[in-house]
C-alpha cells in the first residue's frame, strides 16, 4: 500500500522557519515527480512546489520563490520542503504528493499524504 506521510508542522512565529518532510512508503518513488501544496482556511488547494526524479529541476509558485525550497533525498525515499521567512498567510495544510512522471512541470498527481498544518502567529 502506497503511504506519503508528512511531517514537521506546527506553530511558528512569522519570521520564523519550518522543514516539512514527506516520507514515502509502499513504492519508490526514484523516478517519480514529488510535490507540495497547500489549502488554507476556506481555500481551494494550491501548488507550492514540485521536484523531478533526479531533484535537478524544480518548479514553484512564483510568489514563494526566495523563501520555499524543495529537495528530495532518494536513498531515503523522502521529499523535503523548507520554508523561511514565513508569515500568517502560509497558515495551511501542507500535503505532499506523487505524479506518474518523472519530469516537472506536471498535472499527472496521483498519490497524496494526509496533510500537516502550519500556522503561522503574527
Known amino acids: 500500500q502506497v503511504q506519503l506521510v508528512e511531517s514537521g508542522g506546527g506553530l511558528v512565529q512569522a519570521g520564523g522557519s519550518l522543514r516539512l518532510s514527506c516520507a514515502a512508503s509502499?513504492?519508490?518513488?526514484?523516478?517519480?515527480?514529488m510535490g507540495w501544496f497547500r489549502q488554507a482556511p476556506g481555500k481551494g488547494r494550491e501548488f507550492v512546489a514540485a521536484?523531478?526524479?533526479?531533484?535537478?529541476?524544480?518548479y514553484s509558485t512564483d510568489s514563494l520563490k526566495g523563501r520555499f525550497t524543495i529537495s528530495r533525498d532518494n536513498a531515503k525515499n523522502t521529499v523535503y520542503l523548507q520554508m523561511n521567512s514565513l508569515k500568517p498567510e502560509d497558515t495551511a495544510i501542507y500535503y505532499c504528493?506523487?505524479?506518474?512522471?518523472?519530469?516537472?512541470?506536471?498535472?499527472?498527481?496521483?498519490?497524496w499524504g494526509q496533510g500537516t498544518q502550519v500556522t503561522v502567529s503574527s
Open positions: 521536484i523531478n526524479w533526479s531533484g535537478g529541476t524544480t
Open positions: 509502499g513504492h519508490t518513488f526514484s523516478r517519480n515527480t
Open positions: 504528493a506523487a505524479a506518474l512522471n518523472p519530469d516537472v512541470p506536471t498535472r499527472r498527481w496521483a498519490y
